[in-house]
């Protein structure tokens, strides 16, 4: 199922289109954008989401970022702030046309 996904959505290719927009989507949105505005290396901060989604589809490269909790453990993310990013991440599943079932995934996954 997880090779089937990373193809679904385009492979390596694909997985780099998903991230910019997601990105560009979270700059975009008042609720959050100020959280990304203060991230120094937005290159770095890109290829370590790429590689969490990658690697949670079961794919190389390995993750080498810290894990979900120790990442936003101390960032104090509210409740609004975190439907906003998950709209945004929804929004550019769409705009890169994502089946259903693809987005679930996906979902889960994060």
Same mark, same amino acid.
């Given at each position: 199922?997880?090779?089937?996904?990373?193809?679904?959505?385009?492979?390596?290719?694909?997985?780099?289109?998903? *991230?910019?927009? *997601?990105?560009?989507?979270?700059?975009?949105?008042?609720? *959050?954008?100020?959280?990304?505005?203060?991230?120094?290396?937005?290159?770095?901060?890109?290829?370590?989401?790429?590689?969490?989604?990658?690697?949670?589809?079961?794919?190389?490269?390995?993750?080498?970022?810290?894990?979900?909790?120790?990442?936003?453990?101390?960032?104090?993310?509210? %409740?609004? %702030?975190?439907?906003?990013?998950?709209?945004?991440? *929804?929004?550019?599943?769409?705009?890169?046309?994502?089946? %259903?079932?693809?987005?679930?995934?996906?979902?889960?996954?994060?």
């Amino acid at each position: 199922m997880t090779v089937a996904l990373h193809q679904r959505l385009g492979g390596a290719e694909g997985i780099a289109r998903l *991230v910019d927009d *997601v990105i560009a989507a979270h700059l975009a949105n008042p609720l *959050v954008k100020t959280r990304f505005e203060k991230i120094k290396d937005m290159a770095h901060t890109k290829q370590l989401v790429r590689e969490f989604l990658t690697a949670g589809l079961g794919s190389p490269p390995t993750y080498t970022g810290k894990g979900m909790l120790g990442a936003h453990k101390s960032a104090n993310v509210s %409740e609004q %702030e975190f439907l906003a990013a998950i709209d945004d991440i *929804v929004g550019a599943m769409n705009k890169n046309g994502i089946d %259903e079932d693809s987005k679930q995934d996906i979902l889960a996954i994060l």
